[in-house]
């Protein structure tokens, strides 16, 4: 039984998709047109132990079920996923490209942030992992010559612009001297997060705004690093940064032109998913669909 949100409720699914994280599995069922029935989190003690929470809460007989994991302790699931174990940035492309912002492109390129920070190639129709199945490690992207040693942990990009990047930021800020409502709306200095710093740009704090600002600027230079790499139709920006596209958005399409060769400009675009977090386990549905087929 998969359960919906808030409400709790028995559906009658065709399949699910399940997208493991690192101690978290998020939950996303459709039907055979993609639309989204329910969707739930699922956390455990790490990977392996939320996925078996998560495969528990989808036991219907009828349901074609596909895991989007790149962790190897998870494999051994593959029998009971009854659709298959696929790779992530796999899933994430192939939800975009079947009822996402890509559902029209042949090429577009797939950028994910949150938690974790990976891209997702759409090429000529089909997804492409690169030479060494490697293609799409984001956060390793280098937007700043200054190393830091955040950067040789997470990666330029993600620590820029993950979650804990986000608040990260902040916090330097008001320990620089700054003052925001975000310390007292978080409960502490060390409590703040990501959605703590758009409540509080939404609320105008200066400090906010600013850190909101540059995160725009950041994913914007990543998108365009990626759109002049590969040409694509679109950069897709999907995942849980999406929570927060009312702010980003202007500051981010200004960035993206202006960083494009003249020639891509207009003919490129980079718009916000519509999938947000459950985008990888659409995904992992669709194939494991098309695995059954």
């Not at 955040?150 to 993600?158: E, N, P, Q």
């Not at 702010?247 to 060769?261: E, N, S, W």
Request: aromatic residues 6%; proline residues 3%; charged residues 20%.
């Amino acid at each position: 039984m998969l359960t919906g949100q808030p409400a709790t409720r028995t559906i009658n699914v065709r399949a699910a998709g399940i997208d493991v994280m690192a101690r978290q599995a998020r939950v996303a069922a459709v039907d055979g047109q993609g639309s989204l029935l329910a969707a739930a989190s699922h956390s455990g003690s790490d990977a392996a132990a939320a996925l078996r929470v998560a495969l528990d809460a989808t036991k219907q007989p009828d349901t074609v079920i596909g895991i989007a994991s790149d962790d190897a302790a998870v494999s051994g699931f593959a029998p009971e996923s009854r659709g298959g174990i696929f790779h992530t940035k796999e899933a994430l492309v192939t939800a975009e490209a079947w009822v996402g912002a890509a559902k029209e492109a042949r090429n577009a390129v797939c950028l994910w942030l949150g938690d974790r920070v990976l891209a997702a190639m759409l090429l000529n129709g089909a997804f492409w992992g690169g030479a060494h199945g490697l293609a799409g490690h984001a956060a390793w992207l280098a937007l700043n010559p200054v190393e830091r040693q955040d950067y040789r942990k997470y990666g330029s990009f993600a620590a820029e612009v993950n979650d804990q990047g986000i608040a990260r930021r902040l916090a330097w800020r008001v320990q620089a001297g700054d003052e925001s409502i975000v310390v007292e709306r978080a409960g502490g200095l060390h409590a703040i997060a990501a959605n703590h710093v758009f409540e509080g740009a939404r609320e105008s704090d200066g400090v906010a705004l600013s850190v909101v600002r540059d995160t725009a600027r950041y994913i914007a230079m990543a998108a365009a690093n990626l759109a002049i790499a590969v040409d694509p139709e679109l950069v897709v920006i999907g995942g849980p940064i999406t929570s927060a596209a009312d702010l980003l958005h202007d500051a981010l399409k200004q960035d993206f032109d202006r960083r494009l060769p003249p020639a891509m400009v207009s003919r490129v675009r980079c718009e916000f998913s519509s999938l947000g977090e459950n985008a990888i386990a659409i995904g992992a549905a669709r194939l494991a669909m098309a695995a059954r087929a």
